[in-house]
């Protein structure tokens, strides 16, 4: 599940994507708090021998709080910025500069019983910037390299050219409906159109390498290619 900051800022988001079994790499604003690595919230206390309810909710103090991870990012040693490059661009390969370290997410933990579990950090620093200028959020594997985190992070940007060109040439945003079954149907619609224009295209784009690369069309919309195409012929269409 890919988010830019304005969803993966939402705490409650991005834990309801875990409850349901998906993993994430969203973007986050440079104030959402972190825990730095190695740390975590504080224990609950240990029940005394008194009366009441024994503690059950973790603790910080002054001296042991989360920090931005723009905080955590200007304090991470120099040696944590590698150069990555994760596509080719119109005129040379994108290319910037990343860190990526293990967290826990922070948000009114104190209000839990249970820390919640060790994610990716990832942020990145062009050189050129004075500070860092995107951060991530990420529950994919720990064992992932660096590289493996930017190249999911930045497919972003060809889910929102995807998005676009659904719009402007399948007419996706063309919808005048008021019910989100007449909706659905619009938008599963647009999207199979565009998954059979995608897979047209995969035999003529240059990074197919001279059509090497064919995308199978599922069964069902086979059948319904072959089922239009008998019916045409049968009409004296052509």
């Given at each position: 599940m890919l988010a830019?900051s304005?969803y993966g800022s939402?705490?409650?988001?991005?834990?309801g994507i875990?409850?349901?079994?998906?993993?994430y790499?969203?973007?986050?604003?440079?104030?959402?708090?972190?825990?730095?690595?190695?740390q975590?919230p504080l224990?609950?206390?240990?029940a005394?021998?008194?009366?009441?309810?024994?503690?059950k909710?973790?603790r910080?103090?002054e001296?042991?709080a989360?920090?931005?991870?723009?905080d955590l990012?200007?304090?991470?040693?120099?040696q944590t910025w590698k150069?990555?490059?994760?596509?080719?661009g119109?005129?040379?390969?994108?290319?910037s500069?990343?860190?990526?370290?293990r967290?826990r997410a922070?948000h009114?933990?104190y209000?839990?019983s249970?820390?919640?579990p060790?994610e990716w950090?990832?942020?990145?620093?062009?050189r050129?910037?004075?500070?860092?200028?995107k951060y991530?959020?990420?529950t994919?594997p720990?064992?992932?390299?660096?590289r493996d985190l930017?190249?999911v992070a930045?497919h972003?940007?060809?889910?929102?050219?995807d998005?676009?060109e659904?719009?402007?040439?399948?007419?996706l945003?063309?919808?005048e409906?008021r019910?989100?079954?007449?909706?659905?149907?619009?938008?599963t619609?647009c999207?199979?159109?565009?998954?059979f224009?995608?897979?047209?295209?995969?035999?003529?784009f240059?990074?197919?390498?001279?059509g090497?690369l064919?995308l199978?069309?599922p069964?069902m919309?086979?059948?319904?290619?072959?089922?239009?195409?008998?019916?045409?012929?049968?009409s004296g269409d052509?």
């Amino acid at each position: 599940m890919l988010a830019d900051s304005a969803y993966g800022s939402d705490t409650q988001f991005r834990e309801g994507i875990t409850e349901l079994g998906l993993l994430y790499m969203m973007g986050v604003k440079s104030s959402v708090s972190v825990w730095e690595p190695g740390q975590g919230p504080l224990p609950k206390l240990a029940a005394g021998k008194g009366p009441g309810r024994p503690p059950k909710l973790l603790r910080r103090h002054e001296h042991h709080a989360p920090v931005s991870v723009k905080d955590l990012a200007l304090a991470l040693p120099a040696q944590t910025w590698k150069n990555v490059s994760w596509r080719e661009g119109t005129r040379h390969k994108l290319r910037s500069r990343f860190a990526a370290v293990r967290v826990r997410a922070a948000h009114r933990d104190y209000k839990r019983s249970e820390p919640r579990p060790e994610e990716w950090l990832l942020i990145e620093w062009p050189r050129e910037e004075k500070e860092p200028t995107k951060y991530w959020l990420s529950t994919l594997p720990a064992r992932r390299k660096l590289r493996d985190l930017v190249r999911v992070a930045k497919h972003r940007w060809i889910v929102e050219r995807d998005y676009e060109e659904l719009k402007q040439e399948l007419g996706l945003d063309h919808f005048e409906g008021r019910g989100w079954r007449g909706f659905h149907h619009h938008a599963t619609l647009c999207i199979a159109a565009y998954g059979f224009l995608v897979a047209e295209r995969s035999r003529f784009f240059p990074s197919a390498r001279a059509g090497r690369l064919v995308l199978p069309l599922p069964k069902m919309l086979q059948d319904s290619v072959c089922h239009s195409a008998l019916r045409s012929n049968s009409s004296g269409d052509r």
